[in-house]
């Protein structure tokens, strides 16, 4: 992982501002590279553009200014098709707000990228059960979001994220949800995930704990990257740990 010249995400100089009303510029000037392979935690209060940040990379919203390239693409130069592409096959995704497909299942929201990348129903589907057992929700499977806790849905969501072995995992305070026990169980799960598959791993928390999982820690404060650290006696287990 670590010989792929090209970073995985590479953020230049980007400014996102929403206008209205009064402008709120929610990332101000900001730069980050990110290697193949690089679990970083993103941190900062609320409000200093953690999301927003996710949002950008994964190419769901476009920069007011700068550029953001995934594998060394401009996203804003792609088709709609190519974006949406490279997101059903290289990203993960775990939003705040789990964006479930309401009239679905759990079984059917988690099996739903494998249907979209055109793997068959019942293969989808047993996939689906198996990763369903492996994040700790089992019974509740074949219910439908709105029959579900906020931390059995955030559990849906994480297994729907992982479900194709994405390449990338961009998730947005996965275990904010959930109980420190139930928490801990799913940064093990990222933990296997990425020495498995070497997944790049973007993770936004507010707990430290969390954030122990990841060689890099990242800090927004207002829109701006405040600090950049790597812990470099975790960076040469990368592949090991
Ligand atoms: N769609 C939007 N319209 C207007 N303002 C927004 C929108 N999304 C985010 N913001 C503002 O941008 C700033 C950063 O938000 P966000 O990225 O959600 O922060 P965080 O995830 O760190 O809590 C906040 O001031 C927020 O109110
Ligand atoms: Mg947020």
């Known amino acids: 992982m670590e010989n792929n010249p090209i970073p995985v995400i590479e953020v230049k100089g980007v400014r996102k501002s929403y206008a209205n009303g009064a402008e709120v510029c929610a990332l101000d000037d900001v730069d980050l590279t990110i290697g193949h392979g690089q679990r970083v935690a993103i941190m900062g209060q609320s409000g200093s553009g953690k999301s927003t940040l996710l949002n950008l990379i994964c190419g769901l919203d476009v920069p007011t200014k700068g550029q953001v390239l995934f594998e060394g693409r401009d996203l ?10 490279i997101r059903r096959v290289k990203m993960g995704m775990i939003f705040q ?3 479930l497909l309401p009239t679905l299942t759990g079984v059917e929201n988690v099996a739903l990228p494998l249907r ?25 499977a074949h219910h ?5 806790s906020g931390g059995e849905r955030q559990r849906i969501a994480i297994a729907r994220a992982l479900i194709f072995d994405p390449p990338v995992l961009l998730a947005d305070e996965p275990t904010g949800n959930l109980d420190s026990h139930t928490g801990e169980d799913i940064l093990s799960l990222l933990e296997s995930v990425h020495s498995e598959f070497g997944t790049t791993i973007l993770l936004v928390t507010h707990n430290e704990h969390a954030a122990e999982h990841c060689e890099r820690r ?3 404060l207002d829109g701006k990257i ?3 650290e790597t812990d470099t006696s975790r960076t040469a287990n990368v592949s090991s740990v």
């Open 226 to 228: 405040v600090a950049d």
């Open 116 to 140: 979209l990348n055109g793997v068959a129903l019942r293969e989808a589907n047993e996939k689906a059960l198996a990763m369903i057992e492996k994040v700790g929700i089992t019974k509740r």
């Open 76 to 85: 804003a130069t792609m088709s709609d098709d190519d974006r949406t592409r």
């Open 97 to 99: 707000t789990f964006n």
């Open 218 to 220: 990242v800090t927004l």
């Open 144 to 148: 439908r979001p709105d029959e579900m």
